[in-house]
């Protein structure tokens, strides 16, 4: 059975810093990729950032330069450093998780299994 477990959501300060960190377990990691997606009231979940297990990372444009996805040598744990958050940074947060080469990365519907996320509040 595959799990996929997300921790870390705060609610935090303009320019602060945060670190999620989402834990899977279950599947063979060498071919997945992990990806992190936001969802804010009202819009389509997003993708934020992805790694898979041949080290390719990912980002999406507005997170880029502030954000950094990584993974552990067994490939079972993502952690997603979040830096100078902002307002627009506020969201559920959902770790994703794909069991084989993910085409489009960035984009939810390449992803099979999700965990219950976690809520980012920034406040101005």
């Known amino acids: 059975r595959v799990e996929v477990v997300e921790s870390g959501g705060d609610s935090v300060q303009t320019g602060d810093s945060l670190t999620l960190v989402c834990t899977a377990s279950?599947?063979?990691?060498?071919?997945?990729?992990m990806g992190w997606f936001r969802q804010a009231p009202g819009k389509k979940r997003e993708g934020v950032a992805i790694?898979?297990?041949?080290?390719?990372?990912m980002y999406a444009d507005s997170v880029k330069d502030r954000f950094t996805i990584s993974q552990d040598n067994a490939e079972t744990t993502v952690w997603l450093q979040m830096g100078t958050l902002k307002p627009e940074d506020t969201a559920m947060y959902y770790c994703?998780?794909?069991?084989?080469?993910?085409?489009?990365?960035?984009?939810?519907?390449?992803?099979?299994?999700w965990g219950q996320g976690i809520q980012v509040t920034v406040s101005s």
């Open positions: 790694i898979d297990g041949s080290g390719r990372r």
């Open positions: 279950g599947l063979r990691f060498d071919a997945a990729t």
């Open positions: 994703g998780l794909s069991r084989g080469y993910a085409r489009r990365p960035l984009s939810a519907t390449e992803y099979d299994y």
